[in-house]
């Protein structure tokens, strides 16, 4: 009885959908055709009534399986939520009746899109089994945090006040970080006019209060393994003494280091005590104990303050960092302002800019106090700095367009933050794989002097958290900032991007609520972003494995390991259930209980295909499910038609792409193909980050295919297509039916 | 050089910015501007300007004193106020300019012959005496700023708008001998003269 | 309109934006507050309305001046205690424009047309100092349309994106510095003439007054052949009211306003 499957169709007529389509003959499809052993019509569907009805149908009659014919998937779907049962869903509003045109000449095709609609709903649900999550992991409340400074700290709090026991690993003696060094922070309250107290102490304070912080000092990680909910982490002391920890989430804090200035010769800075970097100046500012600041090489109070920013910064010149601080020129005017009120209204502070930062409304109200005080700003590039018991710093003015000097008695040079991460894994991964003898050794010099690893994980895809650029840790920029490539572990604070203290504070935070929810997730067995609540996870079908190892070597979160038998080991709370895995596979054996190469194969090869004296053509789309599909949805809100010849399927990621769904298409008659996944590249918006990179390069292969069956190429198209992209999507579609026209349909007709 | 000009000189030694900020009308405002130079590019006399705004506020910052107070770019102010509405920090931009003006002409570092300078004094002049402008008097004694052969050159060359704006009884021929006025010219002389002496001393420092 | 206006007595001339030069600040300052101190003694309780421009704008600053600088405030006041008055601020300072605009509407203009002004094309120079730094409430700086509002309410074609709208005219530098100047000028009518104005119309005395009557030397000096009219604002409301051209002033005008005579003698 448990095994039985049982399916049930329900076709909504309200919405205009009763109006414009036959229901009667939709309902006749979907039980003669598509095989639903009963089919009801509702007149509203996702009201309560119509509601209660399928879930009657559910508990009363035992439907395992439903299809539902009504709007949207991504429409009414706190109603039609029915966790309970495997379920697909026909667009008939968004995907028929709102993108053509209420005309009787149209009548025929608009109700042909519709009963395919039913077809692929009803093929599909056959395929799908209800996910029912996976037992690989129990709750594990954990949280390890990485990192002892601001950032580290915060997200230690925050996660110990929400309650969860937090491991914090710190590998010097001392909590702190750089700010523990720091006279002051720059404001983070309104009005955002003086510099304020760092409250690092009272932070360190409260964590050592705290009995759910346990803090481990001059400690390194020399071993993480396993995955969100039951990850293993071996810590070591300086003194040699080990700790294993198991973790629920990982929150890798590690900051920065600074940029070393003393490779910038005109700078001076190794020639003398008084050409300072920022930072140095802060813990010149802490040793005044209150009192005027002094200048480092005599003791004298400092008069005259040249502050130099944007020192080896935004800068293509080998051996400078080619981005910016962003915050180097909030740190002059905070310490131009304590100079101020330590060493009096007297002390001259000059900061010379090219292009001043002060982001936000604080960072303008900050700015427009250090004027308000008598800072002087001046934009000038600094050419030198001449060392002496008074320093002279050579400048061009670049409002008054000369050459000029001015004599300071300290120079403070703002040098910018460098990413304190872990190696590159996929470097490591590309040395191994090389076979090219001059590759392998520039591989092996970058490695040479790549920094040691922090997490130490044991994964296929290498020992730390994937770059982005320049060492910062690779994070989804746009949608979701902490989300690293490895899941259940968040990456937050200046490894992540430079920022200030406040804002390591915020990312911390929201790094800390992520990790929370990551462990949770992983203990129900649910999927962390974007699928969050998902419930299935990859399987394979062990017996056609053949080891090729492309699912282990292209999931873009390094889910997937490979056991001694280089069988893949999926880690299920490690996945984000994008299918690239599913995509890569070149054997098929990769699925999921709700989406698999069947739930799409059989969706597009249950489209009716008409003969060819018909003339009708069907033109197969592929959208993401996160960018396209959702721009064509609004397309249709807005009323835009797309042509009546496409049949679209929603996909998870176009990296879950199987290759096998275009050859199936192209031999069943199709005459064109249309895939749409997001932007990739180092600006990427794929939701899975490689995952439509790894589809354009897979389909630029899919040429061979189509010359082997003699067809154009132009019948398949791949584009990059945002959610904003709500006016080009359609537009696409209408492209390739334009180009079909133009070249004639497919021969492959039977 | 003048009097008040080495009293200030020696006053404000290591400060120009100082020295305008107590000096000079809104001054205290010239350290905000952040040198966006919209005010530069919203000018309607723009490319006749020597020093636009922004540039006039980075050299008194850099102390470069005469070079501001001798320059006639203040002088190109049409008091259009653009500068003023399209300013991001709302610097009054336009009466600094005025400020800055008027201040270089009382340390008398404003340039010799400076047409909207003599202008500005000759209507201020005709103002006092009765109150109220006489637009022909006004005219007229513009003219001959330069000297009678000037004057008369000048009135040549005006003559055809003199006799337009006469023709339709815009201008009236009478208003040479007396025209009109308030009726206390004294009691507005007095005020002017108090409120003059108030602000001398100000600039002085004794106010 | 049911408005009475009654004249300050003995008001004074403002310094308009050239006084400055001569009078520095405080005693610039004076004049305003000696006009303001006259109403709030002669004419106590009621509003300041200024038809000019600069007078306007003189006078509005200088209330605000002496508001926000109590110093400066103490000061006036002792300037105009030798003329025994009291400056107390408490006058309210507007623009006839603001009258018009918010106080009877455009509406109420309409409804009083008695010879709409239709088939006139008019250029609405609004020119600075109506506009910047106060300006007429939920306009903006850049494009301004009470004036197009005005030109319509008249039953005239107004010119919404007249380029020039708010381009000076040189102001007080037209005596000074006429090369300057004139070049301006020439350019605010030569877009009238590109936008095929048949006039302009202004809200600003002096605007009305350079724009119009330097033509002959901009024709002479850029190979031109300018003989735009440009006319006050309200000479177009007298005439659409009904009012006769001799009522409407436009026997003053040095460049005749042919087609709104036509309209005025209709």
């Given at each position: ?12 007529t ?33 009201s ?8 009657d ?25 029915f ?22 000449e149209?009548?025929?095709?608009t ?16 395929y ?77 304070a ?32 300086e ?77 293509k ?22 100079l ?60 008054l367009?000369?050459?000029t ?18 190696p ?36 296929r ?43 390591a504070?915020?990312d ?45 070597v ?6 997937i ?8 080991q ?104 249309v ?9 990427y ?66 | ?17 100082r020295?305008?900020?107590?000096n ?49 770019s ?85 003559q ?33 003269k108090k ?13 | ?106 509406d ?20 600075c100092?109506?506009n ?17 509002n005005?030109?319509e ?30 070049e ?78 036509d309209?005025?003698?209709?």
């Amino acid at each position: 009885m448990a095994d039985e499957k049982k399916f049930a169709g329900y076709i909504c007529t309200g919405c205009g959908i009763g109006d414009r389509l036959d229901a009667s003959q939709l309902e006749m499809i979907a039980t003669r055709e598509g095989k639903m052993q009963s089919c009801k019509q509702h007149e509203m569907l996702c009201s309560a009534e119509g509601v209660q009805m399928i879930r009657d149908d559910i508990a009363d009659v035992g439907a395992t399986h439903i299809m539902i014919a009504a709007c949207s998937r991504r429409a009414k779907v706190e109603a039609f939520n029915f966790t309970d049962v495997a379920m697909s869903r026909a667009n008939l509003r968004e995907g028929v009746i709102w993108v053509r045109p209420d005309a009787p000449e149209h009548q025929e095709t608009t109700q042909e899109m519709a009963d395919d609609y039913i077809r692929m709903a009803c093929a599909e649900v056959k395929y799908m089994t209800k996910p029912s999550g996976s037992s690989e992991q129990q709750l594990n409340r954990n949280i390890l945090v990485v990192g002892g400074g601001i950032t580290g700290m915060t997200a230690a709090i925050e996660a110990a006040t929400a309650g969860y026991p937090v491991h914090l690993v710190e590998k010097t003696g001392a909590l702190g970080g750089h700010a523990a060094n720091y006279y002051k922070s720059i404001p983070t309250r309104s009005p955002y006019a003086d510099p304020q107290d760092t409250g690092v102490e009272k932070m360190i304070a409260d964590i050592e209060a705290n009995d759910l912080i346990t803090v481990y000092l001059n400690s390194s990680i020399t071993k993480t393994d396993g995955a969100p909910g039951r990850f293993s982490v071996d810590l070591a002391t300086e003194s040699g003494s080990t700790t294993n920890l198991s973790i629920g989430a990982i929150i890798q804090a590690t900051g920065f280091n600074l940029y070393d200035p003393s490779n910038l010769s005109q700078f001076n800075y190794a020639n003398s005590a008084d050409i300072i970097t920022n930072e140095e100046m802060e813990k010149l500012a802490k040793e005044a104990n209150g009192g005027p600041i002094k200048r480092p090489s005599d003791g004298k109070p400092v008069t005259a303050v040249a502050f130099v920013q944007n020192v080896g910064q935004n800068s293509k010149a080998d051996g400078q960092l080619p981005y910016h601080n962003g915050i180097g020129d909030l740190i002059a005017i905070k310490q131009a302002l304590y100079l101020k009120e330590l060493n009096g209204d007297d002390c001259d502070t000059t900061i010379f800019f090219d292009n001043l930062r002060t982001p936000g409304a604080a960072g303008e109200d900050f700015y427009r106090s250090g004027q308000q005080k008598m800072v002087t700003f001046t934009k000038g590039n600094v050419g030198e700095v001449v060392p002496g018991s008074t320093l002279e710093v050579k400048f061009k003015d670049l409002i008054l367009n000369e050459d000029t000097s001015m004599q300071a008695d300290l120079v403070v040079l703002d040098v910018g933050m460098v990413p304190n991460t872990g190696p590159d894994p996929y470097a490591q991964l590309a040395y191994e794989e090389t076979e090219d003898e001059v590759e392998k050794a520039k591989l092996k010099a970058e490695l040479d002097v790549a920094p040691p690893s922090i997490l130490n994980l044991d994964y296929r895809q290498g020992t730390d958290l994937p770059h982005l650029r320049y060492g910062f840790t690779d994070s989804h920029f746009i949608c979701f900032p902490y989300e690293t490539r490895r899941t259940g572990i968040y990456a937050a604070g200046p490894q992540r991007r430079p920022m200030d203290m406040r804002q390591a504070a915020d990312d911390a935070a929201g790094a800390a609520m992520k990790a929370i929810q990551a462990a949770e997730n992983a203990g129900q067995g649910r999927a962390a972003h974007p699928r969050v609540g998902d419930l299935s996870y990859p399987s394979f079908r062990k017996e056609g494995c053949t080891q090729c190892k492309r699912c282990t070597v292209e999931c873009p979160f390094g889910a997937i390991n490979e056991d001694e038998q280089k069988y893949p080991q999926f880690n299920e709370a490690r996945c984000r259930r994008c299918g690239t895995c599913m995509g890569a596979c070149p054997v098929r054996v990769i699925s999921f209980e709700n989406y698999s190469i069947d739930t799409v194969g059989q969706q597009l090869k249950n489209v009716d295909m008409p003969e060819e004296f018909d003339e009708k053509p069907r033109i197969l789309v592929l959208a993401c499910e996160n960018d396209a599909y959702p721009a064509l949805d609004q397309a249709s809100m807005n009323g835009t038609e797309i042509n009546p010849w496409a049949r679209i399927i929603p996909v998870r990621c176009l990296g879950s792409v199987s290759l096998s769904w275009i050859t199936d298409a192209l031999n069943s008659g199709y005459d064109g193909i249309v895939l749409m996944g997001c932007q990739k590249g180092d600006d990427y918006q794929c939701h899975f980050v490689r995952g439509s990179a790894i589809a354009h390069e897979r389909m630029s292969k899919v040429g061979d295919t189509l010359q082997s069956l003699n067809l154009e190429p132009e019948r398949v198209e791949v584009y990059e297509v945002a959610i904003t992209d709500v006016t080009r999507a359609p537009k696409l579609i209408n492209d390739m039916a334009e180009t079909v026209e133009r070249i004639g349909l497919s021969p492959f007709k039977f | 050089m003048s009097d008040l000009n080495k009293v200030m000189i020696e006053k404000y030694r290591t400060s120009f910015l100082r020295e305008v900020e107590a000096n000079v009308e809104e001054g205290e405002w010239v350290k905000m501007c952040m040198q966006c130079g919209v005010c530069a590019g919203s000018c309607p006399l723009g490319k006749h300007w020597d020093h636009p705004p922004q540039e006039i506020f980075m050299m008194i910052r850099a102390g470069k004193r005469d070079e501001v107070l001798t320059s006639d770019s203040m002088w190109m102010c049409t008091s259009c106020y653009n500068c003023i509405a399209r300013c991001p920090r709302g610097l009054p931009i336009t009466h600094i300019m005025h400020g800055l003006a008027v201040y270089s002409k009382r340390l008398g570092l404003a340039p010799q012959k400076q047409p909207t300078a003599e202008f500005s004094q000759i209507f201020w002049d005709n103002l006092m005496k009765k109150g109220r402008v006489n637009e022909l008097k006004l005219g007229l004694s513009l003219y001959f700023k330069d000297g009678f052969g000037q004057g008369v050159k000048n009135a040549m060359a005006n003559q055809k708008l003199g006799q337009n704006m006469m023709k339709a009884k815009r201008m009236n021929p009478m208003e040479f001998f007396g025209g009109h006025g308030v009726k206390d010219t004294s009691g507005l002389q007095k005020m002017i003269k108090k409120a003059q002496e108030i602000e001398d001393a100000k600039v002085q420092g004794k106010g | 309109m049911g408005i009475q206006l009654n004249e300050i007595p003995d008001w004074n001339c403002c310094g308009a934006s050239i006084g400055y030069g001569g009078g520095g600040e405080l005693p610039r300052l004076a004049l305003s507050a000696r006009n303001i101190a006259l109403s709030e003694e002669h004419n106590p309780g009621q509003q300041i309305v200024a038809t000019c421009a600069a007078c306007w704008l003189a006078t509005r600053e200088a209330k605000e001046r002496l508001h926000d600088d109590q110093q400066m405030f103490k000061d006036a006041n002792a300037a105009l205690a030798e003329a025994g008055l009291m400056y107390k601020g408490q006058a309210e300072v507007r623009h006839m424009v603001e009258v018009l605009v918010d106080d009877i509407g455009f509406d109420a203009l309409k409804a009083k047309v008695k010879k709409p002004l239709e088939g006139l094309k008019i250029a609405g120079y609004v020119g600075c100092q109506t506009n910047r730094p106060f300006g007429i409430a939920g306009e903006s700086f850049e494009n301004p349309m009470y004036l197009d509002n005005i030109v319509e309410s008249v039953g005239a074609e107004s010119i919404r994106t007249y380029e020039k709208k708010v381009q000076c005219c040189g102001g007080a530098l037209a005596f000074s510095e006429p090369e300057k100047s004139q070049e301006m000028i020439h350019g605010i009518i030569e877009a009238a003439y590109d936008n095929g104005a048949d006039l302009i119309t202004t809200p600003c005395p002096l605007c009305q007054a350079n724009v119009e009557i330097y033509q002959d030397q901009i024709n002479e000096k850029f190979g031109t052949k300018f003989n735009m009219p440009v006319v006050y604002y309200s000479q177009l409301l007298d005439v659409a009211f009904g009012r006769s051209a001799a009522d409407a002033a436009l026997n003053g005008q040095i460049i005749k306003a042919k087609k709104l005579e036509d309209i005025a003698n209709k």
